[in-house]
């Protein structure tokens, strides 16, 4: 077997893509994934790990993982409750892996190094790279305030391009997906132009969601603004009581002058007593007023002469209502019985 090609102990990783440079801890609590664990222990600590593309695939098989993993080195196994094991790795190179099958109770594969390309960037050129993604960082840390301020200080501290772009990529929230594009990218360039893509997409995102948030607070400030002055007008509304009580006095002018029977005008008063009382309820006083309007339109005892002409009567009915020819036959008809009598 070629040096490159090693046969080592593989962990299906969920939802997690571990870049070379790096060290990361994980837990663990398949069977087949502790059995690797501990195997790699035994035997040089070697293990190879790589991500799976359905992270709730409880048994992924060669096409159900990518086929570019990470070489690490086991630092640490914790025992935690529930039969769950901690792991904390060093992760060494990349490798593709060629072969995956299941034996003695746990994942291995065959597993070919991959040499890193080496950076052919001109030391001018990687301070450019190095210096516009800084500057991305910062612009991107001053809208979502994830880094903390020493995480900060120590990227900015870093010169090299492959080094920043991996501990960026350890502190930031990004989806294993674009860490397994990073891992399987060969050179730097292509690898800088996914990470500052990632970086200016999330800054532009944030700045939409700053600007509807800011918008949704002018709004409800604006609201409640408005809800306070309404109080207001209404406190002072109570306190002096001359519009209001002017318009109820003019109300109960209308009750008594209007042509109505005693009960009609006793229950109009009636209502016009409730609707005193509500000051401070602005929607019970709106619909008593509402109402006492509405009976205030009403004819009630006031009568027109009556014109007993039929051919006057159905040539308002034509004009000023359109089809309905049943419903005009039955007024005529009560208009004629009505005449007659």
Not at 227 to 254: C, N, P, W
Request: net charge negative; with cysteine.
């Amino acid at each position: 077997m070629s040096e490159n090609i090693l046969k080592l102990p593989v962990i299906p990783l969920r939802g997690l893509t571990v870049l070379p440079g790096t060290t990361v801890h994980f837990d663990i609590s398949r069977k087949s994934s502790i059995k690797a664990a501990e195997t790699a222990m035994l035997a040089g600590k070697n293990l190879f790990v790589v991500t799976q593309k359905n992270p709730v695939e409880e048994t992924p098989g060669f096409d159900g993982i990518y086929n570019i993993g990470t070489v690490v080195v086991i630092k640490q196994l914790n025992k935690l409750p529930d039969n769950i094991v901690r792991v904390m790795v060093e992760a060494k190179s990349k490798g593709q892996i060629l072969a995956f099958n299941f034996e003695e109770g746990y994942f291995q594969g065959k597993i070919d190094l991959l040499e890193e390309k080496e950076n052919n960037l001109s030391e001018i050129e990687e301070e450019a790279f190095v210096r516009e993604l800084k500057d991305t960082i910062r612009d991107y840390n001053d809208i979502t305030h994830e880094l903390s301020a020493n995480a900060l200080r120590s990227l900015m501290h870093m010169s090299s391009l492959k080094n920043l772009m991996r501990q960026l990529l350890m502190r930031v929230r990004v989806k294993y997906q674009l860490k397994q594009t990073f891992l399987e990218e060969d050179d730097v360039v292509s690898q800088f132009g996914t990470i500052i893509s990632f970086l200016k997409e999330e800054n532009e995102i944030a700045l939409i969601r700053t600007g509807i948030i800011d918008k949704v607070k002018q709004r409800l400030d604006k609201n409640q603004r408005e809800h306070i002055l309404r109080e207001q007008m209404q406190v002072i509304r109570e306190e002096l009581g001359d519009d209001f009580m002017s318009e109820a006095e003019e109300l109960e002018e209308k009750i008594h002058s209007l042509n109505a029977d005693k009960e009609v005008k006793e229950q109009l008063l009636k209502e016009l007593s409730r609707y005193k009382g509500t000051m401070g309820n602005a929607a019970e006083a709106n619909v008593l007023r509402t109402y006492i309007d509405t009976m205030l339109e009403m004819p009630w005892n006031n009568t027109t002469e009556e014109n007993p002409d039929l051919q006057n009567a159905q040539d308002i009915l034509d004009r000023d209502h359109y089809g309905l020819k049943k419903v005009k036959d039955r007024i005529l008809e009560f208009l004629a019985v009505r005449c007659k009598g």
